[in-house]
């Protein structure tokens, strides 16, 4: 069964840190792309940062790029996305998605919703002004 569990959630005021950490099992965790997203309220899910474990390249939405930070620990099967310099307008759910990668595709792909095959349940992110 595949899982995929985040923590590191909670309420930071702006312009502070959190780490989110995306627990994954059940499946390969090496031949597959691990991408974060997130859904404010009233707003659709917007894909923001991808890391493709095969070769380790990352994709990050313009909106999170030198802010936002992803890893991933292949020993303990888990992703990371670091948040720094957070704003109001981060406040939202983050979710974790893993997608068995498709040789045809590659980059902001992974950014998309319709490319991911499993998705955890989300954790909440609030960014105080």
């Known amino acids: 069964e595949v899982q995929l569990v985040e923590s590191g959630g909670g309420l930071v005021q702006a312009g502070g840190s959190l780490r989110l950490s995306c627990a994954a099992s059940?499946?390969?965790?090496?031949?597959?792309?691990i991408g974060w997203f997130r859904q404010a309220p009233g707003k659709e899910r917007e894909g923001v940062s991808c890391?493709?474990?095969?070769?380790?390249?990352?994709v990050y939405a313009d909106s999170v790029k030198g802010r936002f930070t992803i890893s991933a620990d292949k020993d303990k099967n888990t992703v990371y996305l670091q948040l720094n310099s957070l704003k109001s307008e981060d406040t939202a759910i983050y979710y974790c998605?893993?997608?068995?990668?498709?040789?045809?595709?590659?980059?902001?792909?992974?950014?998309?919703?319709?490319?991911?095959?499993?998705w955890g349940r989300g954790i909440l992110v609030t960014v105080s002004s």
């Open positions: 890391i493709n474990n095969s070769d380790g390249s990352t």
């Open positions: 059940g499946f390969r965790f090496d031949d597959y792309v």
């Open positions: 998605a893993a997608a068995d990668e498709d040789l045809r595709y590659s980059g902001s792909y992974y950014l998309t919703n319709g490319a991911m095959e499993y």
